[in-house]
């Protein structure tokens, strides 16, 4: 479904996730019988709690924040990979996410076929697939690994191969978490030169990055996320302010 125009591509209103810590731990049988009712757990805690924002369509917006302050779980919750425990997203188009190294790829399948199937689950046809499909494994350098089971691949070489299917659907919203970082220098590059153009073709875009220079070359707007708050929603260099502020190097 595409955003009436005018209207805002992503609404969130009072997104709340909760995570149980040491899931690993032992649990009472009184814990496996009390169900959803119990409010809290022991070990329970809220990863995002309050969080409300709206995006306009072509809006490049940097998420910020420490280690373990949930933005990887909000980029999970626009790309529908994570339901909220409260609140709700609504997105108005696809969504192409690059969240995590594997990029959700299926690891027992070859690159050829993780490409045929990501690009057929967001909506590409087989004759569009077969159009795109050399570009994509010219843009990851990926033809000597065609053959080879996904999970074989080096970590860099995965992340080159999820971006360039990624950068390659005709979704309205592209999500990026800090993957980028493992691919070299050049390939880096490459992909910030394809995001660019992504933006310049009105794409709206998600970025987290701990690079203040990758921020400000993406991003107007930014979105400070602190101890699962939103802590700031504003202009990217104001939200950087803040964020150096607060935690001094
Ligand atoms: N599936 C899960 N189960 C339990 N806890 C989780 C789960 N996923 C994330 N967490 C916890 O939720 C919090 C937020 O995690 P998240 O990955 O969103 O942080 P982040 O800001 O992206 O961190 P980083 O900068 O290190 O990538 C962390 O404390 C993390 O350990």
Redesign the pocket.
Same mark, same amino acid.
């Given at each position: 479904m595409s955003a009436p125009a005018g209207a805002p591509i992503i609404v969130a209103s009072g997104l709340g !996730?909760r &995570? /149980? /810590?040491n /899931?690993g731990s032992r649990r009472s049988f009184k814990d496996l019988f009390a169900g959803r009712s119990r409010r809290s757990l022991p070990g329970e &805690?809220w990863?995002?709690r309050n969080i409300s924002f709206s995006v306009d369509p072509g809006e490049a917006i940097g !998420?910020v =924040?420490?280690?373990?302050?949930? @933005?990887?779980?909000? +980029? @999970?919750l626009v790309a529908g990979v994570l339901l909220p425990d409260e609140g709700e997203v609504a997105v108005h188009g696809g969504v192409a996410p690059l969240i995590e190294i594997t990029g959700g790829f299926v690891g027992d399948l070859t690159v050829r076929d993780n490409v045929n199937l990501t690009a057929g689950l967001h909506g590409l046809d087989k004759k569009e697939i077969a159009r795109r499909f050399d570009s994509i494994i010219d843009f990851a350098g990926a033809d000597d690994v065609l053959d080879t089971p996904y999970k074989h691949l080096s970590s860099g070489m995965k992340v080159r191969v999820a971006f360039a299917v990624i950068s390659q659907l005709d979704e309205p919203v592209l999500l990026v978490?800090?993957v980028l970082a493992v691919g070299d220098k050049a390939f880096r590059n490459k992909c910030y030169r394809r995001i660019e153009e992504l933006l310049a073709e009105g794409k709206t875009l998600f970025l !987290?990055s701990?690079n203040e220079r990758d921020l400000k070359r993406f991003c107007a707007r930014g979105l400070y +996320?602190d101890r =699962?708050e939103l802590k700031l929603d504003g202009p990217i260099d104001d939200v950087i302010a803040r964020y150096n502020e607060d935690h001094p190097a």
């Open positions: !996730v &995570f /149980r /810590r /899931r &805690f990863a995002l !998420v =924040g420490r280690n373990g302050q949930g @933005k990887s779980t909000l +980029l @999970k978490d800090e !987290v701990h +996320l =699962g």
